[in-house]
């Protein structure tokens, strides 16, 4: 009789559930993806993947992505280019809008997906996945990257699958922890493949401060403890999984640029970032305290309070997956901030950790309250996210497009074409206008030095040159002889107002070194 009450009620159980992440699964939709292509290709990372995957595809050359002006695409490894080229191929081979946002739309709804599952299924807590999976998808930062095409949400959705199939096989049997690390390691093998060594230094981090929490300093006494422990996690296996998936790739690239990719990507982009060499700007220490407290929001207001609660209730010691979750954000939030190059984008990656101990936390608090009381925090709590939401239908709807005329290069790439079109080449002058490019199309060159750009302009033919309004005047004095015809401003498409003023000239060359004329000047 027990075991038939027992299956009866979970049965009546599966709909309820269906119910309570119904809701979630429709605002997830409302978030990430209602209007997720209206915009133009406003950043600048969206339009060099979306050079980039475009390229893949009309050359064949998978292995080093190239800009449209010819320079191999050496910031970062080509894993989310790759993505973006499938989703292009198997919509036409036309890269657009859905095919450079859809990677991290996507990464972000598994995010969200995992950690309600993760906490719903893995721990059997419901009540704590469906609430941080409400944090999550809500705060603002991270909705907002989710309509982006950034690294940052494939590189947070690989750490979330790599922290947390590491977490739940542990305990396990064999046949269920096997599939949880293969998935964990391919998982910080991607995160490798998306953005480098931060793919393996991030999940090694978080684990690792995990670890000792649990298990004490590795020292003499303790060495069998931990290395059962790895043992259990994998980790003589899963490491050189990662290495031999990732270390190929990276040997034949620099290979295949004479060491270039190594002086740039590493050198450059890892260690003179990370350091602070070279004439990079720095940011202090502190950077992602405030940082946090506003890209987090509204929940951040909650997550000191949470805090502070906890540890008067203790629930640090006695609740794991709260004391995991913390130390996931902590472990990151620090390891980031030792970095003297900073970005609001780069701390994505903790805010599941926040999400899972603000989860957490809350279904215990929820316990503690009466019938009443805990129906009215519920009611407020879903109202919170709601106003989340309808703070996003309201920008979507109407503060993103009434900004369209003022970022878009589409109308501006159209009427140069108009004007130049193919196959005549369009110079860019001391300007990397990525979304234009994009737009424009092949052929296009990139000069950053008047001798450079006086050498290219006296060459026999019509030449068409794209630079900022500032370098019109100053082109009177560094190109002598030189007649510019100045035929069109993007401002003048926009209503005046452009976030970055370009302009269009033309050059007639009919002889290879003409002499200078008094009269040449830029009408």
């Given at each position: 009789?027990?075991?038939?009450?027992?299956?009866?009620?979970?049965?009546?159980?599966?709909?309820?559930?269906?119910?309570?992440m119904?809701p979630?699964?429709?605002?997830?939709?409302?978030?990430?993806f209602?209007?997720?292509?209206?915009?133009?290709?406003?950043?600048?990372?969206?339009?060099?993947?979306?050079m980039?995957?475009?390229?893949?595809?009309?050359?064949?050359?998978w292995g080093?992505?190239r800009?449209?002006?010819?320079?191999?695409?050496?910031?970062?490894?080509?894993?989310?280019?790759?993505?973006?080229?499938?989703?292009?191929?198997?919509?036409?081979?036309?890269?657009?809008?859905?095919?450079?946002?859809?990677?991290?739309?996507?990464?972000?709804?598994?995010?969200?997906?995992?950690?309600?599952?993760?906490?719903?299924?893995?721990?059997?807590?419901?009540?704590?996945?469906?609430?941080a999976?409400?944090?999550?998808?809500?705060?603002?930062?991270?909705?907002?990257?989710?309509?982006?095409?950034?690294?940052?949400?494939?590189?947070?959705?690989s750490?979330?699958?790599?922290?947390?199939?590491?977490?739940?096989?542990?305990?396990?049997?064999?046949w269920?922890?096997?599939p949880?690390?293969?998935?964990?390691?391919?998982?910080?093998?991607?995160?490798?493949?998306?953005?480098?060594?931060?793919?393996?230094v991030?999940?090694?981090?978080?684990?690792?401060?995990?670890?000792?929490?649990?298990?004490?300093?590795?020292?003499?006494?303790?060495?069998?403890?931990w290395?059962?422990?790895?043992?259990?996690?994998?980790?003589?296996?899963?490491?050189?999984?990662?290495a031999?998936?990732?270390?190929?790739?990276?040997?034949?690239?620099?290979?295949?640029?004479?060491?270039?990719?190594f002086?740039?990507?590493?050198?450059?982009?890892n260690?003179?970032?990370?350091?602070?060499?070279?004439?990079?700007?720095?940011?202090?220490?502190?950077?992602?305290?405030?940082?946090?407290?506003?890209d987090?929001?509204?929940?951040?207001?909650?997550?000191?309070?949470?805090?502070?609660?906890?540890?008067?209730?203790?629930?640090?010691?006695?609740?794991?997956?709260?004391?995991?979750?913390?130390?996931?954000?902590?472990?990151?939030f620090?390891?980031?901030?030792?970095?003297?190059?900073?970005?609001?984008?780069?701390?994505?990656?903790?805010?599941?950790?926040?999400?899972?101990?603000?989860?957490?936390?809350?279904?215990?608090?929820?316990?503690?309250?009466?019938?009443?009381?805990?129906?009215?925090?519920?009611?407020?709590?879903?109202?919170?996210?709601?106003?989340?939401?309808?703070?996003?239908?309201?920008?979507v709807?109407?503060?993103?497009?009434?900004?369209?005329?003022?970022?878009?290069?589409?109308?501006?790439?159209?009427?140069?074409?108009?004007?130049?079109?193919?196959?005549?080449?369009?110079?860019?002058?001391?300007?990397?206008?990525?979304?234009?490019?994009?737009?424009?199309?092949?052929?296009?060159?990139?000069?950053?030095?008047?001798?450079?750009?006086?050498?290219?302009?006296?060459?026999?033919?019509?030449?068409?040159?794209?630079?900022?309004?500032?370098?019109?005047?100053?082109?009177?004095?560094?190109?002598?002889g030189?007649?510019?015809?100045?035929?069109?401003?993007?401002?003048?498409?926009?209503?005046?107002?452009h976030?970055?003023p370009?302009?269009?000239?033309?050059?007639?060359?009919?002889?290879?070194?003409?002499?200078?004329?008094?009269?040449?000047?830029?009408?």
């Open positions: 009789m027990p075991r038939e009450i027992k299956a009866v009620t979970l049965r009546a159980r599966s709909p309820l559930r269906f119910l309570t119904a979630l699964i429709f605002a997830v939709y409302l978030l990430f209602h209007r997720l292509t209206d915009r133009d290709l406003w950043s600048s990372h969206e339009a060099r993947a979306a980039d995957a475009q390229t893949v595809l009309d050359d064949g050359v080093l992505p800009l449209y002006d010819g320079r191999l695409e050496l910031q970062k490894p080509p894993l989310y280019y790759w993505l973006v080229a499938l989703l292009a191929w198997l919509r036409g081979g036309v890269v657009d809008a859905w095919a450079v946002r859809l990677p991290a739309a996507g990464a972000a709804t598994l995010c969200v997906l995992l950690l309600g599952i993760g906490l719903g299924v893995g721990s059997k807590r419901s009540a704590a996945g469906l609430m999976a409400t944090v999550l998808a809500t705060a603002l930062h991270f909705t907002w990257l989710a309509r982006i095409g950034r690294i940052d949400m494939p590189l947070t959705l750490v979330t699958l790599a922290l947390g199939g590491l977490y739940l096989a542990r305990g396990r049997s064999l269920m922890r096997w949880l690390l293969v998935l964990a390691y391919l998982a910080v093998a991607a995160g490798v493949m998306l953005k480098g060594p931060i793919g393996i991030l999940p090694a981090a978080a684990l690792g401060s995990h670890l000792v929490g649990e298990l004490g300093l590795p020292r003499p006494g303790r060495w069998r403890t290395i059962a422990a790895l043992t259990e996690l994998g980790v003589w296996w899963g490491v050189p999984l990662v031999a998936l990732t270390l190929p790739w990276f040997v034949w690239a620099n290979c295949a640029t004479g060491g270039e990719f002086r740039v990507f590493l050198w450059h982009h260690i003179e970032r990370g350091f602070g060499g070279g004439n990079l700007r720095t940011n202090p220490w502190w950077f992602y305290l405030p940082q946090f407290a506003g987090f929001l509204p929940w951040s207001l909650l997550f000191p309070l949470a805090v502070w609660w906890s540890y008067r209730r203790g629930l640090c010691r006695t609740d794991a997956e709260a004391r995991f979750g913390l130390i996931w954000f902590i472990s990151l620090l390891v980031l901030s030792c970095s003297r190059f900073k970005r609001a984008d780069y701390l994505l990656p903790a805010y599941p950790g926040a999400a899972v101990f603000l989860g957490c936390i809350g279904q215990h608090w929820l316990r503690e309250l009466t019938p009443q009381r805990r129906r009215c925090t519920i009611a407020g709590l879903i109202s919170l996210a709601g106003i989340m939401v309808m703070v996003w239908l309201v920008r709807q109407w503060q993103l497009p009434a900004r369209e005329p003022y970022r878009d290069y589409g109308v501006f790439a159209a009427r140069i074409r108009q004007l130049a079109p193919c196959p005549n080449e369009v110079v860019f002058f001391r300007t990397e206008a990525h979304p234009l490019a994009f737009h424009l199309g092949r052929p296009l060159a990139l000069i950053v030095q008047w001798p450079e750009l006086k050498a290219r302009l006296l060459q026999p033919g019509m030449h068409y040159l794209v630079t900022p309004p500032q370098y019109v005047e100053e082109s009177r004095l560094a190109l002598p030189i007649r510019l015809e100045r035929l069109l401003d993007n401002t003048d498409l926009s209503g005046g107002e976030e970055r370009l302009v269009l000239l033309r050059v007639q060359s009919e002889v290879r070194d003409p002499q200078p004329t008094i009269g040449s000047s830029v009408p």
